[in-house]
């Protein structure tokens, strides 16, 4: 979506501002966020009518977003709550991938229940830190990604990003009045972005729902 692809431009022009500014020290991500691995277990089977979502790679959106619109991998309630024995990935929290699309990273929307997949690691901001909208601004610049690339494993077979090693994700961080400031300057931006968001996935659901009907003649349009 273009719209959010413009706003997306000027959030990231603000955090390579923010970058430069000497006021800014660069901290460990630990210092305002919790980092919690996966489980490392064997994948579970998918099921029909599944009790709750697994999160997988392709629902890490290009734009930082999860979308677990399209997800058909559904689990059972036994295997959703091992997985989620951690956390139940919610509203606010991040994840980030350690291998394949190394350092992808998104952000779970409103209404977000659901269980962090394999090779991911979830990234919770403190109660005492509640920077999400800078947060997700930063986790997705082209300064963080070249802070990623500089901390991924390069192997054989695949890179990867090591766990041990996303805590220590260097990130601008300043005085709490100037923190506080920021956060609401980028939050109307986020926001936005969340509604446009919204707004095409209802506009998708409306398509879905008549195309069928308009090609079988169901209904006409007038």
Known sequence: MQKNKNLLEQLHLMVSEVYR?????????????????CLHSKKPYPVEDGYGQLIQLDNIRDDGF?????????????DFENWTRKLIISPGDFVITNVGRVGAVAMAPAGTKAAMGRNMTAIRLKHDSQYYSYFFAVMTSKEMRREIRQRTDVGTIMNALNVKDIPNLRIPISSEQQMRGIEKTFKSFVEQIEANNLENQFLSAVRDSLLPKLLSGTIELS
Do not use: H
Request: proline share 10%; aromatic share 10%.
């Open 21 to 37: 500014n000497p006021s800014f020290e660069l901290k460990p991500i630990s210092v305002i966020a919790d980092v919690i691995d």
């Open 66 to 78: 999860l979308d677990m619109r399209n997800s058909t991998y559904f689990i059972s309630k036994p």
